[in-house]
């Protein structure tokens, strides 16, 4: 651990990512990740093997969700700061400085990368995501006074902070429930533009497959009608106008 910074672990929820999670275990800048965990929701490849002799610590979850696979990792860290990524290599590690530095400097409690600031390698990111993260963004801001432009799973918040926040989505919700959860209750959130990358191999569970983006789609607006509705009885700790917003160059 570098002297004098909060301790940081990398959270990576994967299932059947061989081919891809060794490669990105490796590229993990040491200097600021203190912990690389990888949390297996049953994968039948070598992704275990992978990540392991790559140097993650893996956690096999048996009960299925990408949300409480994340919910798991954050319970196992042992770190001020965490950081989630996906383990397809998509989600570039060379930008975790960029996303803990807000954090260890006190000026954010959130920052979450975006895909569509940043620069998207070709087929990486279809139109679609693309569209639903800014419709869903506008909506945000509709309901919180923040706005988002993605719902990108690479993101970095204060380990005390997301305790703070009672996540309780289990599916892929989980990243929409904590961008509203933290808008809601008042966290100091910061956007960012990163490079996003096509996966290193395999395909897409979500956006790969039709039915699996049915899926998360109805997991989406389910999480966004409930925590919306949720939200509305609850009186957030600091108001909307209070939040700051930025984009990092």
């Given at each position: 651990?570098?002297?004098?910074?909060?301790?940081?672990?990398?959270?990576?929820?994967?299932?059947?990512?061989?081919?891809?999670?060794?490669?990105?275990?490796?590229?993990?800048?040491?200097?600021?990740?203190?912990?690389?965990?990888?949390?297996?929701?049953?994968?039948?490849?070598?992704?275990?093997?992978?990540?392991?002799?790559?140097?993650?610590?893996?956690?096999?979850?048996?009960?299925?969700?990408?949300?409480?696979?994340?919910?798991?990792?954050?319970?196992?860290?042992?770190?001020?700061?965490?950081?989630?990524?996906?383990?397809?290599?998509?989600?570039?590690?060379?930008?975790?400085?960029?996303?803990?530095?807000?954090?260890?400097?006190?000026?954010?409690?959130?920052?979450?990368?975006?895909?569509?600031?940043?620069?998207?390698?070709?087929?990486?990111?279809?139109?679609?995501?693309?569209?639903?993260?800014?419709?869903?963004?506008?909506?945000?801001?509709?309901?919180?006074?923040?706005?988002?432009?993605?719902?990108?799973?690479?993101?970095?918040?204060?380990?005390?902070?997301?305790?703070?926040?009672?996540?309780?989505?289990?599916?892929?919700?989980?990243?929409?429930?904590?961008?509203?959860?933290?808008?809601?209750?008042?966290?100091?959130?910061?956007e960012i533009p990163v490079d996003y990358r096509r996966r290193f191999a395999g395909n897409s569970k979500v956006a790969g497959t039709f039915r699996g983006s049915i899926k998360a789609a109805y997991r989406i607006i389910s999480t966004l009608i409930r925590i919306a509705r949720e939200t509305e009885t609850k009186t957030p700790v600091a108001s909307a106008s209070?939040?700051?917003?930025?984009?990092?160059?």
């Amino acid at each position: 651990m570098a002297s004098g910074r909060p301790r940081i672990a990398a959270i990576i929820p994967v299932l059947d990512e061989a081919g891809a999670i060794g490669p990105l275990v490796r590229e993990m800048p040491r200097k600021w990740v203190d912990t690389v965990i990888v949390v297996d929701g049953g994968s039948k490849d070598a992704t275990v093997a992978e990540a392991e002799a790559a140097g993650a610590q893996v956690l096999v979850e048996s009960r299925r969700g990408y949300g409480r696979a994340c919910a798991s990792g954050a319970a196992m860290a042992e770190a001020d700061i965490l950081v989630f990524l996906d383990g397809d290599g998509s989600d570039n590690p060379e930008f975790i400085p960029n996303l803990v530095q807000p954090l260890i400097a006190g000026t954010h409690d959130f920052v979450i990368a975006s895909r569509v600031l940043g620069k998207r390698e070709k087929g990486s990111m279809g139109l679609h995501q693309i569209v639903a993260g800014l419709l869903i963004g506008r909506a945000v801001g509709w309901l919180s006074g923040t706005r988002y432009t993605d719902m990108c799973a690479f993101r970095a918040i204060r380990a005390r902070d997301l305790d703070r926040l009672g996540m309780r989505e289990m599916t892929y919700g989980w990243n929409l429930e904590m961008q509203m959860r933290a808008a809601h209750w008042g966290l100091h959130v910061l956007e960012i533009p990163v490079d996003y990358r096509r996966r290193f191999a395999g395909n897409s569970k979500v956006a790969g497959t039709f039915r699996g983006s049915i899926k998360a789609a109805y997991r989406i607006i389910s999480t966004l009608i409930r925590i919306a509705r949720e939200t509305e009885t609850k009186t957030p700790v600091a108001s909307a106008s209070a939040q700051q917003k930025g984009i990092q160059p």
